[in-house]
């Protein structure tokens, strides 16, 4: 099992940024090898991919953030990054930190509230 936590989120005006950390503390060197997402779920939708860095550092982006959001990774400390600016009121719901190893491992979620 592995653990992860995300933190971050809270309440941010239209036009704001937020950045959201994930972090698996117990990964250990496994965590250079894993491919971290970050999903989010509004109330009443289906959970969706919001971004994605792979092992090697390939990104890739859902077309609704691209832009505006940025994932990266910092191996030496097991965390990856979502910085979000630009919000818009759309970008709320639940963001949630997903990890790719031999399993996929999910986080509790952090919650994003853009203001209008």
């Known amino acids: 099992q592995v653990q992860v936590v995300e933190s971050g989120g809270g309440l941010v005006q239209s036009g704001g940024s937020l950045r959201l950390s994930c972090e698996a503390p117990?990964?250990?060197?496994?965590?250079?090898?894993?491919?971290v997402g970050w999903h989010r779920q509004a109330p009443g939708m289906k959970r969706e991919l919001v971004a994605r860095?792979?092992?090697?550092?390939?990104?890739e982006y859902a077309d609704s953030v691209k832009g505006r959001f940025t994932i990266s990774r910092d191996n030496f400390k097991n965390t990856v990054y979502l910085q979000m600016n630009s919000l818009k009121p759309e970008d709320t719901a639940i963001y949630y930190c997903?990890?790719?190893?031999?399993?996929?491992?999910w986080g509790q979620g952090t919650q994003v509230t853009v203001s209008s």
């Open positions: 997903n990890l790719q190893a031999a399993g996929s491992y």
């Open positions: 117990d990964a250990g060197s496994i965590f250079d090898l894993v491919t």
């Open positions: 860095i792979s092992d090697e550092g390939r990104t």
